[in-house]
């Protein structure tokens, strides 16, 4: 591959570039649009001034990426900007006007995501447009029945989501603000009404009449629950009913990604359009332009009959944008193609850039249009059934090099079989699309041919869901707890670019340079793995309805719980931690008293404890907790403590009390409800 004869792929790169150094380093509006200024200007004045230098090309190629890495700043600079512009933050209440658009999966709340159109602050009245999640009672009947592109009106006190404090645990807040949601309400029965039912725009309107009219036709002729909760994620992406098992089972096979309307479906859906108009061989401009039109018009068809959901629009601009680049520029290329998609996406929303499901689809895409054409000359298949899988197994291989840093990355496990898994689920997710599509279509046309259509879909999914199961029984399927710090990914990363370097040019200081990388990545993880495991600290964790604590003491972790906190709340809190220090076994400990090294950790439940001490108790750490006697006047008198931790549900009277105290007492006060977890390390 000539790196020079994909231009836009390295614009692409320097823009990305600075939309991450964006988020990460927040300069103001101002001095991004200085920036941007000055380095076009200087980029300007250099390729006109240095007409005949012979730095110039050098000169003028710095000047246009840091342009470009400054064109990405003033981007995401902009967004973001837009997004905190938007927030409702009063003391008071505020009345907002919005539509639903999107219904969220909760147990003990009905949540929706609503696009807020106007809200209102006393008589000021203020026209936005924002999302923010809305939490209603589960037995408030009135939102229960509320349906998406409902307009409705509510009185809410909006707060922004609140920061995961807890060590490795997955943000939910960050999550949200990518997805462009930075806030969220409780709303009480009677604060809110129905204003309009539907008050979609037309497209939309369509959209969800075309999903509705899908999932409807399958639960008339499917009778399988288990299938008919697979065609519902694999055909409009509805996951709701889905079973865990059945979740699980496709998680552990690598085959997740196929429950996830997204590009690849729209990819396999479009196809099979492209290789029938490629049977015709003329090249005129006018067959051209019907071709291109054609695709496009299934392309958005399909995302239509989806539903138009965010994921798939996105999949259906990426995948027409490519269409129409390979089209009408036969010889930009697909790295060239791919890129301007990208640049094109991420100028209207640069956040796209850290959403896993985009960079998944970008990343596994590039690394198949990388790899795939070195792989499938690996084996001269027989026939022409050896031949089709193992064009799937190649492929499946390819995707999975440059995505395998980001898997273990954000899931801390890799499947085994997963190129096993894609042998057999995408054939079989191919067939159930045409199958789903086409039953839909001929439903509206002979509803009486359908069901024949409808009852092969569901035996394809039986047998889907039968592999799927079997093969996530194999031995050594899925190797889990894997963990990987921020450098081990750059590592990984600049380790598959210099592979690929060494592919193109043969070099042997790049092979080197690969080996090299490699073993710091193994000694990188070796160390972490012997510094995790070799030393001791204590986590008082962020938590509602109770409190939670682990002490680590070399390798080994012993907790303590209290308050009604379930065990899947605990693993989906601590999961992640004891991941990072490799703890494979946690000891329930005692309720009261834990010792890392030569530091005591006292957690106060009963008063009783202290009344019974004729000498005051030796306590490095003590952990107040919402008890009913926990106020520092009982306390203090028998307990001398280095630092004192209040948990988040204290009394407020009680917290304001040990508050005050502390400006007078040398103890180091740490507040869980306003400093977030507390964590510390004995060799601090």
């Known amino acids: ?37 000055s380095f076009f200007t200087s980029w300007l004045i250099s390729a006109w001034v240095l007409k005949d230098a012979w730095y110039k090309q050098l000169v003028n190629s710095i000047l246009m990426v840091l342009s470009v890495v400054s064109a990405g700043v003033l981007i995401c600079a902009l967004h973001l900007n837009r ?51 809305l939490s209603f009672d589960k037995s408030d009947s009135l939102a229960a029945n509320y349906q998406i592109g409902d307009k409705i009106m509510g009185h809410v006190k909006l707060k922004n989501n609140e920061k995961v404090t807890n060590p490795e645990m997955f943000d939910y807040a960050t999550y949200l603000t990518m997805r462009g949601i930075k806030q969220s309400g409780n709303v009480k029965a009677g604060d809110h009404k129905l204003i309009a039912i539907n008050a979609l725009p037309f497209y939309m309107r369509w959209a969800q009449k075309a999903s509705k009219f899908w999932s409807n036709t399958m639960r008339k002729y499917m009778d399988n629950n288990e299938a008919l909760g697979i065609a519902e994620a694999l055909l409009i992406g509805q996951q709701i009913f889905i079973s865990k098992d059945i979740y699980q089972a496709y998680s552990n096979t690598g085959a997740i990604h196929v429950l996830s309307v997204s590009g690849l479906h729209v990819a396999i859906f479009i196809s099979g359009f492209v290789w029938l108009f490629g049977l015709v061989k003329r090249k005129d401009i006018w067959w051209k332009c019907i071709k291109i039109l054609s695709l496009l018009i299934l392309v958005w068809f399909y995302a239509i009959m989806t539903g138009l959901c965010p994921s798939v629009v996105r999949s259906a601009v990426m995948v027409s944008l490519f269409l129409t680049g390979r089209e009408l520029f036969k010889g930009a290329g697909a790295f060239n193609i791919l890129s301007v998609s990208a640049i094109i996406m991420l100028i209207y929303n640069p956040l796209y850039l850290f959403q896993i499901s985009f960079l998944f689809s970008y990343i596994s895409l590039l690394s198949i249009l990388y790899f795939h054409p070195y792989i499938k000359n690996w084996v001269t298949p027989i026939n022409k059934v050896a031949a089709f899988f193992w064009s799937l197994f190649s492929v499946s291989l390819a995707a999975q090099i440059m995505i395998f840093p980001f898997t273990i990355y954000y899931f801390h496990q890799f499947p085994v079989y997963f190129a096993i898994s894609g042998l057999v689920a995408v054939p079989l997710v191919t067939g159930i699309i045409y199958l789903g599509t086409a039953g839909v279509i001929i439903e509206v046309l002979w509803s009486g041919l359908s069901k024949y259509i409808f009852w092969v879909l569901q035996w394809l999914i039986s047998i889907l869901n039968q592999f799927i199961q079997n093969l996530s029984e194999w031995p050594l399927g899925l190797i889990q707890n894997i963990w990987i710090s921020d450098l081990m990914l750059i590592l990984m990363i600049l380790s598959i670019v210099l592979m690929m370097l060494w592919i193109e040019t043969k070099k042997q200081s790049f092979l080197m340079a690969y080996c090299t990388v490699i073993l710091m990545t193994v000694t990188s993880s070796t160390w972490a793995k012997v510094k995790s495991t070799a030393h001791q600290s204590m986590v008082i964790y962020d938590v509602f309805g109770g409190t939670l604590t682990d002490v680590f003491d070399y390798g080994h972790a012993i907790r303590t719980c209290t308050g009604s906190i379930s065990e899947q709340q605990m693993d989906f809190i601590t999961k992640n931690n004891l991941i990072k220090h490799h703890i494979k ?28 001490l004729r000498a005051p108790r030796e306590v490095d750490i003590l952990f107040i907790t919402d008890t009913p006697k926990n106020s520092p006047d009982d306390i203090l008198p028998s307990c001398k403590p280095d630092i004192i931790v209040l948990a988040k549900n204290l009394k407020p009277w009680i917290r304001k009390k040990w508050l005050n105290l502390h400006v007078d007492y040398p103890f180091v006060l740490h507040d869980i409800a306003t400093e977030g977890a507390f964590i510390y390390k004995t060799d601090n």
Not at 1 to 11: A, F, K, Q, V
Not at 94 to 113: A, F, H, Q
Request: glycine share 4%; hydrophobic share 40%; with cysteine.
């Open 83 to 133: 997004l905190d512009d938007n927030l409702h933050l009063t003391e008071e209440k505020v009345t907002i006007v919005g539509l639903i658009s999107e219904k969220l999966r909760s147990e003990s709340k009905t949540k929706y995501v609503v696009k807020i159109g106007a809200h209102r602050y006393k008589t000021i009245i203020n026209h936005t447009e924002s999302l923010v999640i």
């Open 585 to 612: 076994y946690v000891e329930t400990g005692s309720n009261w008293l834990q010792k890392a090294g030569d530091k005591v950790l006292y957690i106060y439940h009963e008063y009783s404890d202290f009344t019974r």
């Open 1 to 37: 591959m000539n790196w020079s004869s994909h231009p836009y792929s390295r614009i692409a790169i320097a823009f990305a570039t600075g939309i991450f150094i964006q988020y990460h380093v927040d300069i103001s509006v101002a001095n991004t649009q200085f920036l941007c200024v």
